[in-house]
């Protein structure tokens, strides 16, 4: 099978990084789907792996965290897929990625691709749909209820791959009111259009714009983007016992500020299960 495998350089080496090859179909193992990969898709993840900014394996020399494609066999224990399956998923850091003919993946790890999506727009989803539906629902515990929801969410970083999917998420699933945040005009209209129901300006004062909006108190946010920066505005715009998730790294984040407010800070990484194999 033909594999594009990537060659390990500094963050700032120009040298050309990628190498189409010839390898051998992987054999899966018990839990182990193979699958014909029909798309990949391309995201930040894949930028800091093959700049060496996180580290993987020695064994890892493929990229691609996201993919679809048609199973063609599976391990002695599957049993949620078959043979002629279309799925969609994304893998994992401890092995090669989907940038390849034929890509082993853990059952556990993967999902039925929806029918009313091609291959490639269902490539597409994995791991920001992964990030956002477990940051809204499985860290900041948002009940999936209309009627539940009374309080608002603040996304910042409305207009990102990420923001995007969880935008649309709250709007569909949850009652809360979503202030999105955005700095462009067409990542205003972009976040409107995905579900918003009101967008500030990042680049301004947060608590002035929160205020002067008829919301209910801010009992969420989801950061995306530069959660340092805007960790002081953060604290004074949650409401006590409110929770703040983010996702974007950080050489230093200090979320004293929320203290005085009881308010929680949570962590979403959306390879944590299978690195540290929790998968069931």
């Not at 801010?218 to 998730?245: E, L, N, R, Y």
């Amino acid at each position: 099978m033909k594999v594009i495998e990537f060659l390990r350089h500094p963050a700032d080496d120009t040298r050309p990084a990628f190498t189409e090859t010839e390898a051998a179909a992987p054999i899966p193992g018990p839990h182990d789907l193979l699958v014909r990969v029909e798309a990949v898709s391309i995201n930040p993840v894949n930028t800091k792996v093959r700049r060496n900014l996180v580290p993987v394996p020695d064994t890892v020399n493929v990229l691609g965290w996201d993919a679809a494609g048609t199973v063609i066999a599976c391990g002695s224990d599957v049993l949620l897929f078959a043979p002629g399956d279309n799925v969609f998923y994304a893998g994992t850091f401890t092995r090669s990625g989907s940038n390849a003919e034929l890509h082993l993946v853990d059952e556990r790890m993967v999902g039925n691709m929806p029918a009313s999506l091609n291959y490639a727009q269902a490539a597409a989803m994995p791991l920001t749909g992964l990030t956002a539906w477990q940051l809204l629902f499985d860290r900041l515990q948002v009940p999936a209820s209309k009627t539940f929801n009374t309080g608002s969410l603040l996304v910042l970083g409305g207009a990102g791959g990420v923001g995007s999917i969880l935008i649309q998420l709250a709007q569909r699933l949850t009652g809360l009111t979503i202030i999105a945040t955005a700095s462009r005009r067409e990542g205003v209209d972009w976040c409107l259009n995905m579900g918003a129901h009101h967008v500030i300006d990042h680049g301004g004062s947060l608590p002035e714009q929160v205020a002067a909006l008829a919301v209910p108190p801010v009992t969420h946010v989801a950061s995306f983007t530069h959660t340092d920066k805007h960790m002081a505005a953060i604290a004074q715009i949650v409401a006590p016992h409110g929770k703040v998730g983010a996702i974007d790294d950080h050489d230093f984040l200090d979320i004293t500020p929320l203290k005085a407010k009881s308010a929680s800070f949570h962590w979403e990484m959306v390879f944590t299960r299978p690195l540290f194999d929790t998968l069931i």
